[in-house]
């Protein structure tokens, strides 16, 4: 599976952005897909994660009820949706893939290039 993050961008505190994640090559609905993100000097951080199916999501405790996280297995991506985007949200977020939800990005199959977010205060 190759994938393919874009979206990111620079935007004030308190404003919004979608991530997109386009997935080619083996069958995408096979995986749970999750985001990660990286601050410089900082170790990966899972952000969020969904099911195969889109049934189940799973998100990090630092943006539970900002961001959403959804899919289109139709069309081979996986989005995230940030809300009241905080300066602290700023990195690198990164899309992959696994066979099932978890929360390592040591146990992710498939990685995506990062795509940038700045949030300014």
């Known amino acids: 599976v190759q994938l393919q993050a874009s979206g990111g961008g620079m935007v004030q505190a308190g404003g919004s952005l979608r991530l997109s994640c386009a997935a080619s090559?083996?069958?995408?609905?096979?995986?749970?897909m999750h985001w990660f993100r990286q601050a410089p000097g900082k170790e990966r951080e899972f952000v969020a994660a969904?099911?195969?199916?889109?049934?189940?999501?799973q998100y990090g405790d630092s943006v539970r009820g900002r961001f959403t996280i959804s899919r289109t297995n139709a069309k081979n991506t996986v989005y995230l949706q940030m809300n009241s985007l905080k300066p602290e949200d700023t990195a690198v977020y990164y899309c992959?893939?696994?066979?099932?939800?978890?929360?390592?990005?040591?146990?992710?199959?498939?990685w995506g290039k990062g795509t940038l977010v700045t949030v300014s205060s």
């Open positions: 090559g083996r069958t995408f609905s096979v995986y749970a």
């Open positions: 992959a893939a696994a066979n099932t939800i978890v929360v390592l990005p040591t146990l992710m199959n498939y």
């Open positions: 969904v099911s195969w199916s889109g049934g189940t999501t």
